[in-house]
Nanobody, 118 residues
Framework: QVQLVESGGGLVQAGGSLRLSCAAS????????ISWYRQSPGNEREWVAT???????TYAAPVKGRFTISRDNAKDTAYLQMNSLEPEDTAVYYC????????????WGEGTQVTVSS
C-alpha cells in the first residue's frame, strides 16, 4: 500500500514562509509526477504546482514567483517552499503522486492545513 504523508503546515502571518513536505512510502516516488493541490472551504480543489520525474516544475498563476516545488528522489520526498504568503493561500494542501504510463497510478495524501493570518 502506497502512502503519501504531508507535513509542515501551520499558522503563519502574511508575508511569512512555510515549507511543506510530502513523504512517499513504497517504490513509486522516482517514477511519479508530483503535484501539490489546495482546497479552501467552499471551493473546489485547485492545482498549485507540478514537478516531473526529471524536474521541469510548473506553477499556477496565483503562486508563480512565490512558491517553489522540488523533489529529492533519494529521500522519496517532495517539497513546496511557500514564500510571501497571503491570506488567500489559506487552505488544506494535498500532495499527489501520479504516473501516466502503464502501470499507471494516482495517489493522494490526506493533506496539511496552512493558515495565513492578515
Amino acid at each position: 500500500q502506497v502512502q503519501l504523508v504531508e507535513s509542515g503546515g501551520g499558522l503563519v502571518q502574511a508575508g511569512g514562509s512555510l515549507r511543506l513536505s510530502c513523504a512517499a512510502s513504497g517504490s513509486i516516488f522516482s517514477a511519479s509526477v508530483i503535484s501539490w493541490y489546495r482546497q479552501s472551504p467552499g471551493n473546489e480543489r485547485e492545482w498549485v504546482a507540478t514537478i516531473g520525474p526529471h524536474d521541469n516544475p510548473t506553477y499556477a498563476a496565483p503562486v508563480k514567483g512565490r512558491f517553489t516545488i522540488s523533489r529529492d528522489n533519494a529521500k522519496d520526498t517532495a517539497y513546496l517552499q511557500m514564500n510571501s504568503l497571503e491570506p488567500e493561500d489559506t487552505a488544506v494542501y494535498y500532495c499527489n503522486a501520479r504516473k501516466f504510463t502503464i502501470p499507471t497510478f494516482n495517489f493522494w495524501g490526506e493533506g496539511t492545513q496552512v493558515t495565513v493570518s492578515s
